[in-house]
């Protein structure tokens, strides 16, 4: 069954986006194993497991994706590379609650990195590439798509062509330039430090509010503004904007959002950043 979190008007589902295993220490940069590993396990080889998990937000009469998983375009080199032990199920796990492609009306992505970016065009029965959600806006920030049109030697590991072929011309890409209301109650502001165009959304529902930091806060083991990845562009930026964003969504006492926690879906935190409410 997928967790469910209800926050009155708006609806929040988790969804099948692929799960992948890597590097522990990639995920904590210079945090030494002896103290991450007591919170997130490694196996003997020092690899981790980790969701891609897409969410729905079901708000207004309106269906909208935060990011889209790793797709199924990846080929069986790629897989055995990424270690992928649990395949992309983004659209049948929509077709579990009644929605096809073209009943998204919105994507936003985080960033276009691979894994949170993957599920944007996908090959249908034939092979033949095509946008995944046909009829949905795909909501980017402008600095974000900027470097997927130019990456660098690093980015270009990440931001692969093929998941955006046809986007641009769809007249279904939509820039942001900082913070923007998508619909009433959800709204991107710019975060940087992950990537230069990183967004964070921001969710508020009758009941309550959830803020998804994407990979800002990977899992909720990533909670002490200092625990940041080895995979962000610009670290002491996460440090800085962590710090702020995680001070501010909790005095709200709003839901903290997680893509790629495979032990937790959504927590609360106190001010010491200890965890006092989750969503598995
Ligand atoms: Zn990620």
């Not at 095509?130 to 900027?146: G, M, N």
């Not at 440090?239 to 501010?248: A, D, G, P």
Request: charged share 20%; glycine share 10%; proline share 4%.
């Amino acid at each position: 069954m997928t967790t469910v979190l209800d926050l009155g008007s708006v609806e929040i589902s988790w969804l099948g986006g692929g799960e992948f295993e890597l590097d522990g220490g990639t995920m904590y940069g210079a945090v030494p194993k002896i103290l991450w590993q007591k919170k997130y396990p490694a196996d003997e080889e020092n690899y981790i497991r980790l969701l891609n998990a897409p969410l729905l937000v079901a708000v207004g009469g309106h269906n909208i994706l935060i990011d889209t998983g790793l797709g199924n375009k990846l080929s069986a080199k790629q897989k055995q590379i990424f270690r992928v032990y649990r395949d992309w199920s983004l659209v049948e796990d929509l077709a579990a609650k009644g929605l096809a492609g073209d009943d998204i009306d919105i994507v936003i992505l985080t960033h276009c990195d691979f894994d949170h970016a993957g599920g944007v065009v996908m090959h249908n029965d034939h092979g033949d590439s095509e946008l995944t959600f046909p009829r949905a806006h795909h909501i980017v920030q402008k600095s974000e798509w900027e470097d997927v049109c130019s990456p660098n030697i690093r980015s270009a590991h990440t931001y692969w062509p093929d998941n955006f072929s046809g986007l641009a011309d769809s007249g279904l890409l939509e820039l942001v330039d900082g913070e923007a209301e998508i619909v009433p109650g959800v709204t991107v502001r710019l975060t940087g430090g992950h990537t230069r165009g990183h967004q964070l959304v921001a969710i508020e529902g009758t009941r309550g509010c959830a803020v998804h930091l994407g990979d800002l806060f990977p899992t909720h083991t990533h909670a002490n503004p200092l625990w940041v990845m080895a995979y962000d562009n610009f670290p002491l930026d996460v440090v800085r904007v962590k710090e702020r964003l995680l001070s501010e969504y909790r005095h709200k006492k709003c839901w903290f959002t997680f893509y790629h926690d495979i032990y937790m879906k959504a927590c609360k935190l106190d001010e010491h950043g200890k965890v006092v409410a989750s969503l598995v």
